[in-house]
């Protein structure tokens, strides 16, 4: 249908709507990466079908035009996941189109970490042209890897992490570093808190603060009584279930499969099925379970203790290194 239309009047290709969106920014949001996990010939197949081909042949001017919010189709494609899209308008001139800005001086890899497209982001990690993007700052002097630990995505942080061209001392406008960005995202309290992660991978690799005061990142202690009460309680559940398993296990052994031989018989006392195959998979699998049960319960006891050095475990260590 766009070939056609295309046949029918090219000029079409060079017409824009009210918010300053050209075909091209339309193609580029509409091919999603569904065929990723399809042959190559699907795939090629795939490609020639879609709208994004014909509507670049016919106007590749479009290429290098923004939107009213200063989006070019680049930056359009990476906020999609269009993976494939990205693959394509880079290899026809990787250095150009890598590099386009948009209104707030972010890259296609500033958008794509930003919205969380992973995928995109390590199709930037394994591409040589693209080392210099990474080091590329926004209108705030943020990198992707200063987004990446704003918005705590361990997936795409430990992408960037890997790249020998990400640099982990860059300042922005505010004059944080990522360290310094993950040492004011973590929060107090008894939960999961993957920004911990992100600071210590960030400490580990010796990445160096700025120069702004160390109290602009102190926060307020979590209530301890609150964080106690809510760290038993949640263990009391959690509990219950490995108490009735140790239960059913241990009673298990006692009332076992086929019962025991008379002690007028030959071995008396020992079980009837002994020496079978499918009894000793049961006998291993019922000791598996209790000691697995055991050791949870074990575990949870430990857990559910209202301790501070229990809950603040994790920063009191990263403190003291």
Same mark, same amino acid.
């Given at each position: 249908?766009?070939?056609?239309?295309?046949?029918?009047?090219?000029?079409? /290709?060079?017409?824009?709507?009210?918010?300053?969106?050209?075909?091209?920014? #339309?193609?580029?949001?509409?091919?999603?990466?569904?065929?990723?996990?399809?042959?190559?010939?699907?795939?090629?197949?795939?490609?020639?079908?879609?709208?994004?081909? !014909?509507?670049?042949?016919?106007?590749?001017?479009?290429?290098?035009?923004?939107?009213?919010?200063?989006?070019? !189709?680049?930056?359009?494609?990476?906020?999609?996941?269009?993976?494939?899209?990205?693959?394509?308008?880079?290899?026809?001139?990787?250095?150009?189109?890598?590099?386009?800005?948009?209104?707030?001086? *972010?890259?296609?890899?500033? &958008?794509?970490?930003?919205?969380?497209?992973?995928?995109? &982001?390590?199709?930037?990690? *394994?591409?040589?042209?693209?080392? *210099?993007?990474?080091?590329?700052?926004?209108?705030?002097?943020?990198?992707?890897?200063?987004?990446?630990?704003?918005?705590?995505?361990?997936?795409?942080?430990?992408?960037?992490?890997?790249? *020998?061209?990400?640099?982990?001392?860059?300042?922005?406008?505010?004059?944080?570093?990522?360290?310094?960005?993950?040492?004011?995202?973590?929060?107090?309290?008894?939960?999961?808190?993957?920004?911990?992660?992100?600071?210590?991978?960030?400490?580990?690799?010796?990445?160096?603060?700025?120069?702004?005061? /160390?109290?602009?990142?102190?926060?307020?202690?979590?209530?301890?009584?609150?964080?106690?009460?809510?760290?038993?309680?949640?263990?009391?559940?959690?509990?219950?279930?490995?108490?009735?398993?140790?239960?059913?296990? #241990?009673?298990?052994?006692?009332?076992?499969?086929?019962?025991?031989?008379?002690?007028?018989?030959?071995?008396?006392?020992?079980?009837?099925? /002994?020496?079978?195959?499918?009894?000793?998979?049961?006998?291993?699998?019922?000791?598996?379970?209790?000691?697995?049960?055991?050791?949870?319960?074990?575990?949870?006891?430990?857990?559910?203790? /209202?301790?501070?050095?229990?809950?603040?475990?994790?920063?009191?260590?990263?403190?003291?290194?």
């Amino acid at each position: 249908m766009t070939e056609m239309l295309l046949n029918w009047n090219k000029d079409l /290709a060079e017409q824009v709507d009210e918010n300053r969106s050209t075909p091209l920014h #339309f193609a580029a949001s509409l091919c999603k990466d569904f065929a990723a996990s399809l042959s190559e010939y699907t795939v090629i197949t795939w490609m020639s079908r879609t709208p994004l081909i !014909p509507v670049l042949l016919a106007n590749p001017v479009q290429l290098y035009q923004q939107d009213s919010e200063g989006l070019y !189709p680049i930056h359009v494609a990476a906020s999609s996941g269009a993976i494939r899209t990205i693959k394509y308008l880079i290899e026809e001139q990787p250095d150009e189109i890598a590099g386009l800005l948009d209104f707030k001086g *972010r890259t296609f890899l500033h &958008v794509a970490v930003e919205r969380g497209r992973w995928n995109i &982001v390590e199709y930037a990690h *394994r591409t040589r042209s693209l080392a *210099r993007i990474f080091s590329m700052q926004d209108n705030d002097g943020n990198t992707a890897m200063h987004i990446a630990v704003q918005n705590g995505n361990k997936y795409i942080f430990c992408i960037l992490l890997r790249n *020998r061209k990400v640099n982990l001392n860059i300042l922005n406008n505010q004059g944080q570093t990522p360290l310094e960005i993950a040492e004011s995202k973590i929060h107090e309290g008894f939960y999961y808190n993957p920004e911990k992660l992100i600071l210590l991978a960030l400490t580990h690799c010796n990445a160096s603060g700025g120069c702004l005061r /160390a109290d602009h990142f102190q926060k307020k202690e979590a209530d301890e009584e609150k964080e106690s009460e809510k760290l038993t309680t949640s263990t009391q559940t959690l509990g219950i279930g490995s108490v009735l398993i140790v239960t059913v296990t #241990f009673g298990a052994i006692l009332a076992i499969p086929g019962g025991y031989k008379a002690d007028d018989h030959y071995n008396g006392g020992t079980p009837t099925l /002994a020496g079978r195959y499918i009894f000793d998979a049961f006998t291993m699998a019922n000791t598996i379970a209790f000691i697995c049960s055991t050791l949870a319960i074990i575990h949870l006891m430990y857990s559910g203790m /209202a301790m501070r050095f229990q809950l603040n475990m994790g920063t009191q260590d990263m403190d003291e290194s």
